[in-house]
């Protein structure tokens, strides 16, 4: 995902398991991959979030207060990675200007959790949406094998799941 910014630059989030060249301090596996491009392409800076298993990004939003904030999916627990429920939780991370992560919230249950979309709401909190094979933890009321989610986290409060982020 990309994100034009105010300044004619971008930033991206992606997911990588390399640890070389233009990237550095991988985890281990796959880890979410945030970079910030000047207005020509040159890479002004990089950051690897995740834990020693697989951790996926796939939507991004820059924030009103200058951070960014991504959505994906989780399989770690570990390293800056904490609260998974199990298999893979939906994942919502902030950061701030500079990509240093201001906080993470691991979102779902036993089952399968993605994170697919983000958006910043005006009074600055987040909406994630996703889809969730759990029934137990922060996912209640599931219908069936596999159902879509929306979870509102601000005041950094999780209002979907009612705990703090």
Request: proline share 0%; charged share 20%.
């Amino acid at each position: 995902m990309l994100c034009r910014l105010g300044d004619g630059g971008y930033v991206a989030v992606g997911y990588t398991s390399s640890n070389d060249d233009d990237v550095s301090g991988n985890y281990g596996k796959y880890d979410a991959w945030l970079t910030k491009f000047d207005s020509d392409g040159n890479i002004l800076w990089q950051k690897c979030l995740g834990g020693t298993s697989n951790d996926y990004a796939y939507d991004l939003v820059a924030t009103a207060d200058g951070g960014y904030a991504f959505t994906g999916k989780v399989r770690s627990n570990d390293e800056i990675v904490s609260g998974n429920h199990g298999s893979y939780d939906i994942w919502v991370v902030k950061t701030d200007a500079d990509g240093t992560l201001a906080w993470q919230k691991c979102i779902g249950g036993s089952g399968s959790d993605y994170g697919y979309s983000l958006l910043e709401n005006a009074d600055g909190s987040l909406t994630v949406a996703g889809f969730t094979k759990s029934t137990d933890e922060d996912i209640t009321n599931n219908l069936g094998n596999g159902d879509a989610v929306l979870a509102k986290l601000g005041g950094r409060c999780c209002y979907a799941c009612r705990s703090c982020c």
